[in-house]
């Protein structure tokens, strides 16, 4: 279809050039003269352009790949890494890979050098495979991953990815790589005012060829999309094939906990870098947060690894509504599991172990991709080096820091405690009956939050489908299929029962509120209780509208990041006037309030107190005022942090006090209910 449209482009170009050049000679035939002889070149000028705009692309030089992040490694060097993938390449009967690089991520790929040329002749793939990869999988189960990877290699279907991805990159050279030929045009233009309007018209007819251009993209994408979604089935199987069903289907539920351990170590070192402090070695890191997690969570150790059940990656992705994505080249975890599990192949290979401990020295590989990844780290001093005890001592302290007691089971990680109660409910309580704090947050209870929290979750893409903004045509929802245009009849729906477990838990908070009295009533407790109560009930009751003023300001300041015109800069300005006035006031509440000093550094004060005293206009006479915006930008930032800071640390002292109460003095706590 790409062929014959661009062969049926090149053909009409050709006959408007033809054209053009029959309207030039009948131009200067009728009478020659200076004005039919400019108008003649104009013609045949815009039939160039125009036929040059679809050729294009066989003059752009193609843009050279960074693999400096990757390091190349042998047979010799990792003789038993190269031994299993001798074995998948006999097993799977392909080709051995050019070369194998290691890099630094949680991930497994094959990649070459694709060209025109790539189109017609083989070419021989690379295989990259990450560290954070083998640090988080067994032996058994890396094998199952690479020879997914291999799988692609057996695929006739693979010739088809060489094919689109030349046809996207000439499609990409005629929609957005125009520079130098939008220079080209100027200049032609500029040469005489009669080539002005020739200039025009090669413009107007090259944006109906993108029109068209952009259609059959669509088109072309979303049936090779589908096509990718069949291919990893099949590189699946294959991998099940090699080494049974089960190897891939873990490794694939474990590799979100594995990345995000990864991610973890690598944002705990980015907020280092301003103290100059960097690691030697991220993997013993990673691995020590995988299984930390792991123990939170409650997951069985297997070998070594966390062992991820379909039921515990279903409890933490939870939901009703199914998009038949036709942008995704990958079908989902779930899909892909149940499919591998529905082949029911058994267990092959005696591999075990970590796959990490097949490298030879991995502790200085790991340490020369750490290091790697700091070259371009800029710090003002030496960095001092943290080892692993200092960041698991402190990574345990900040999450104990940054998280509430274990035993609400993430309850109020969602919600906020109740807050609708006066001085005189802390007078007359009822201690008789109350439940334990364990059963008030049983798993019924959990699940029924999970169910409205993933409701909402599901209106805010039925919305995004609604509105257009997600291209989506069909859906599954609750098991029932449904096109675009059903969505405004369902968010309705999802509203009510929105609506429905609102008011459940509205209940519910009314009632764990009053345990809680209860339970400070026979720790003889009440006033230390009341006391944190009525402290975070203060911050929560405006934590709301502070939330809402930041969120507007925040949104309606995002055009300051990107490149717009200075008229649309003026528009957007009335907006962050509007929306500065109720954030000025909530800056100001806070300056005023004891509540929030502790917690405000010098110079967080001094830029807020900079802020609510003038009134910038950010923008004038085509410059922005950086310093304006630098302070605007350092106010927004510290405000967000301060109060989110404040609201965490008064909710968690409120909530600790109820496991951990201090009886008042001269009292003796009662036995607990």
Same mark, same amino acid.
């Given at each position: 279809?790409?062929?014959?449209?661009?062969?049926?482009?090149?053909?009409?170009?050709?006959?408007?050039?033809?054209?053009?050049?029959?309207?030039?000679?009948?131009?200067?035939?009728?009478?020659?003269?200076?004005?039919?002889?400019?108008?003649?070149?104009?013609?045949?000028?815009?039939?160039?352009?125009?036929?040059?705009?679809?050729?294009?692309?066989?003059?752009?030089?193609?843009?050279?790949?960074?693999?400096?992040?990757?390091?190349?490694?042998?047979?010799?060097?990792?003789?038993?890494?190269?031994?299993?993938?001798?074995?998948?390449?006999?097993?799977?009967?392909?080709?051995?890979?050019?070369?194998?690089?290691?890099?630094?991520?949680?991930?497994?790929?094959?990649?070459?050098?694709?060209?025109?040329?790539?189109?017609?002749?083989?070419?021989?793939?690379?295989?990259?495979?990450?560290?954070?990869?083998?640090?988080?999988?067994?032996?058994?189960?890396?094998?199952?991953?690479?020879?997914?990877?291999?799988?692609?290699?057996?695929?006739?279907?693979?010739?088809?990815?060489?094919?689109?991805?030349?046809?996207?990159?000439?499609?990409?050279?005629?929609?957005?790589?125009?520079?130098?030929?939008?220079?080209?045009?100027?200049?032609?233009?500029?040469?005489?005012?009669?080539?002005?309007?020739?200039?025009?018209?090669?413009?107007?007819?090259?944006?109906?060829?993108?029109?068209?251009?952009?259609?059959?993209?669509?088109?072309?994408?979303?049936?090779?999309?589908?096509?990718?979604?069949?291919?990893?089935?099949?590189?699946?199987?294959?991998?099940?094939?090699?080494?049974?069903?089960?190897?891939?289907?873990?490794?694939?539920?474990?590799?979100?906990?594995?990345?995000?351990?990864?991610?973890?170590?690598?944002?705990?070192?980015?907020?280092?870098?301003?103290?100059?402090?960097?690691?030697?070695?991220?993997?013993?890191?990673?691995?020590?947060?995988?299984?930390?997690?792991?123990?939170?969570?409650?997951?069985?150790?297997?070998?070594?690894?966390?062992?991820?059940?379909?039921?515990?990656?279903?409890?933490?992705?939870?939901?009703?509504?199914?998009?038949?994505?036709?942008?995704?080249?990958?079908?989902?975890?779930?899909?892909?599991?149940?499919?591998?599990?529905?082949?029911?192949?058994?267990?092959?290979?005696?591999?075990?172990?970590?796959?990490?401990?097949?490298?030879? !020295?991995?502790?200085?590989?790991?340490?020369?991709? #750490? *290091?790697?990844? %700091? &070259?371009? +780290? @800029?710090?003002?001093?030496? /960095?001092?080096?943290?080892?692993?005890?200092?960041?698991?001592?402190?990574?345990?302290?900040?999450?104990?820091?940054?998280?509430?007691?274990?035993?609400?089971?993430?309850?109020? !990680?969602?919600?906020?405690?109740?807050?609708?109660? #006066? *001085?005189?409910? %802390? &007078?007359? +309580? @009822?201690?008789?009956?109350? /439940?334990?704090?364990?059963?008030?947050?049983?798993?019924?209870?959990?699940?029924?939050?999970?169910?409205?929290?993933?409701?909402?979750?599901?209106?805010?893409?039925?919305?995004?489908?609604?509105?257009?903004?997600?291209?989506?045509? #069909?859906?599954?929802?609750?098991?029932?299929?449904?096109?675009?245009?059903?969505?405004?009849?369902?968010?309705?729906?999802?509203?009510?029962?929105?609506?429905?477990?609102?008011?459940?838990?509205?209940?519910?908070?009314?009632?764990?509120?009053?345990?809680?009295?209860?339970?400070?009533?026979?720790?003889?407790?009440?006033?230390?209780?009341?006391?944190?109560?009525?402290?975070?009930?203060?911050?929560?009751?405006?934590?709301?509208?502070?939330?809402?003023?930041?969120?507007?300001?925040?949104?309606?300041?995002?055009?300051?990041?990107?490149?717009?015109?200075?008229?649309?800069?003026?528009?957007?300005?009335?907006?962050?006037?509007?929306?500065?006035?109720?954030?000025?006031?909530?800056?100001?509440?806070?300056?005023?309030?004891?509540?929030?000093?502790?917690?405000?550094?010098?110079?967080?004060?001094?830029?807020?107190?900079?802020?609510?005293?003038?009134?910038?206009?950010?923008?004038?006479?085509?410059?922005?005022?950086?310093?304006?915006?630098?302070?605007?930008?350092?106010?927004?930032?510290?405000?967000?942090?301060?109060?989110?800071?404040?609201?965490?640390?008064?909710?968690?002292?409120?909530?600790?006090?109820?496991?951990?109460?201090?009886?008042?003095?001269?009292?003796?706590?009662?036995?607990?209910?």
């Amino acid at each position: 279809m790409f062929v014959f449209t661009y062969l049926l482009l090149i053909v009409m170009g050709i006959g408007l050039i033809l054209l053009c050049g029959l309207i030039a000679y009948g131009l200067i035939a009728v009478k020659f003269m200076i004005v039919t002889l400019m108008l003649g070149i104009g013609f045949l000028g815009m039939g160039f352009m125009i036929f040059f705009f679809l050729i294009k692309f066989v003059f752009s030089s193609p843009k050279k790949i960074d693999r400096s992040h990757l390091q190349k490694i042998t047979e010799k060097q990792q003789p038993e890494l190269f031994k299993l993938i001798h074995e998948i390449v006999d097993e799977v009967k392909t080709n051995f890979p050019k070369q194998v690089y290691l890099s630094a991520d949680v991930n497994a790929s094959v990649f070459y050098d694709s060209n025109f040329w790539s189109m017609f002749f083989p070419v021989r793939k690379n295989l990259q495979i990450g560290i954070g990869l083998m640090n988080a999988v067994s032996a058994i189960e890396l094998k199952a991953v690479l020879a997914h990877e291999f799988g692609h290699f057996s695929q006739r279907s693979m010739k088809v990815g060489s094919y689109v991805y030349n046809m996207n990159k000439v499609i990409y050279n005629m929609l957005y790589d125009n520079e130098n030929y939008n220079l080209v045009l100027n200049r032609w233009s500029n040469v005489s005012s009669y080539f002005v309007l020739f200039s025009r018209g090669a413009i107007l007819i090259i944006h109906g060829i993108q029109y068209v251009l952009i259609s059959v993209y669509k088109i072309l994408n979303l049936n090779y999309m589908a096509l990718s979604r069949e291919m990893e089935f099949h590189a699946d199987a294959v991998a099940a094939s090699v080494t049974g069903s089960a190897p891939l289907a873990s490794s694939l539920l474990r590799l979100g906990l594995a990345d995000q351990s990864l991610s973890i170590v690598f944002k705990y070192y980015n907020a280092k870098i301003a103290a100059s402090q960097k690691t030697l070695n991220f993997y013993p890191q990673q691995y020590f947060v995988l299984n930390h997690i792991a123990a939170t969570e409650n997951l069985p150790i297997e070998d070594g690894l966390p062992k991820v059940s379909m039921e515990v990656y279903n409890k933490v992705k939870k939901t009703r509504l199914v998009l038949e994505d036709q942008w995704s080249s990958h079908p989902s975890i779930e899909e892909r599991v149940a499919k591998l599990m529905s082949l029911n192949l058994p267990l092959q290979g005696e591999y075990g172990g970590i796959a990490i401990n097949m490298l030879v !020295d991995q502790t200085l590989i790991q340490e020369a991709m #750490t *290091a790697r990844l %700091f &070259e371009k +780290v @800029t710090y003002e001093t030496n /960095p001092e080096i943290t080892g692993s005890k200092e960041f698991i001592d402190e990574y345990i302290k900040l999450e104990e820091e940054s998280s509430y007691p274990p035993v609400y089971k993430g309850y109020f !990680d969602s919600r906020n405690p109740y807050i609708g109660f #006066t *001085a005189d409910d %802390f &007078e007359q +309580v @009822t201690v008789s009956g109350a /439940p334990s704090i364990e059963q008030l947050f049983d798993d019924h209870t959990m699940g029924e939050l999970s169910n409205l929290n993933n409701s909402i979750s599901d209106k805010g893409i039925m919305e995004r489908i609604s509105n257009g903004s997600l291209e989506i045509k #069909t859906f599954d929802y609750n098991g029932k299929k449904y096109s675009a245009a059903d969505t405004y009849n369902l968010i309705r729906y999802v509203e009510d029962e929105i609506r429905k477990y609102e008011e459940l838990f509205r209940i519910k908070d009314i009632k764990i509120f009053e345990c809680f009295l209860a339970h400070a009533s026979q720790q003889r407790s009440m006033e230390g209780f009341k006391e944190r109560a009525m402290a975070y009930q203060a911050v929560a009751a405006r934590f709301g509208a502070q939330e809402e003023a930041y969120i507007n300001l925040i949104g309606s300041t995002y055009f300051m990041h990107t490149t717009t015109t200075f008229d649309d800069i003026r528009n957007n300005l009335f907006l962050v006037k509007k929306y500065e006035v109720p954030f000025k006031k909530q800056v100001k509440l806070i300056l005023e309030s004891d509540i929030y000093q502790a917690d405000m550094d010098v110079q967080m004060k001094l830029h807020f107190e900079e802020y609510i005293s003038n009134d910038w206009k950010y923008f004038a006479d085509k410059f922005y005022f950086d310093q304006e915006i630098r302070v605007l930008f350092s106010v927004m930032a510290g405000y967000y942090t301060l109060v989110s800071q404040v609201h965490f640390k008064l909710k968690k002292a409120f909530l600790t006090f109820i496991l951990h109460p201090v009886p008042e003095i001269g009292s003796e706590p009662m036995d607990r209910v």
